[in-house]
């Protein structure tokens, strides 16, 4: 296993701790060490990529796990954030939705020899879904940060619809026959 792909495994195993810091209030400053993990883990994402690019690294397993890493992090940290009233459920189920879409469809064109990356439009709405969940972890109670809370959970299920339009266009090919 090359070093980004060990970078997104740990992207994955810093999870399940930023989701006990995230809802055990009991242990002292939760919140603040559940984002310093939350940030840590969203920072490998760039890392593992810019070390893959650039030393030529890129692997069929990278293409398939950092994705997944990512929908990992951010649906667990959504589904903590419903569990503490931050952010409406049913945004949470579109967006998660989205994610279980688009990973079928990576199994179909894998099952077809095909590996589908990410596209940019995937890569942005990652970026916003985790600066979404930075400012409502912070849950910082100002009138102008709950109307930027409001535009980044909307803007981010907006990113969410228009990167599922983008990929099922783009992609729609390997559901005919299989194939790209």
């Not at 209030?25 to 993990?37: E, G, T, W």
């Not at 667990?76 to 279980?100: D, G, K, T």
Request: one cysteine or more.
């Amino acid at each position: 296993m090359n070093l980004p792909n060990k970078i997104t495994m740990l992207r994955v195993f810093l999870i399940p701790f930023f989701v006990v810091f995230m809802l055990v209030s009991a242990i002292p400053y939760s919140k603040y060490i559940a984002l310093v993990v939350f940030v840590v883990a969203s920072l490998t994402d760039t890392l593992d990529g810019y070390i893959a690019r650039k030393y030529k690294l890129v692997s069929n397993f990278g293409k398939f796990m950092d994705p997944l890493a990512d929908k990992l992090l951010v649906s667990s940290a959504m589904i903590c954030l419903v569990s503490l009233n931050r952010i409406p459920a049913w945004v949470v189920i579109v967006i998660i939705s989205r994610e279980f879409i688009i990973s079928g469809f990576r199994l179909v064109a894998s099952d077809a020899g095909v590996v589908i990356a990410a596209s940019w439009w995937g890569k942005i709405k990652t970026v916003v879904q985790m600066i979404m969940v930075i400012v409502l972890i912070l849950s910082i109670h100002n009138p102008v940060v709950a109307v930027i809370e409001q535009i980044l959970i909307y803007l981010a299920l907006v990113l969410t619809v228009v990167s599922l339009l983008d990929y099922l266009i783009k992609n729609w090919k390997v559901m005919d026959d299989g194939k790209m």
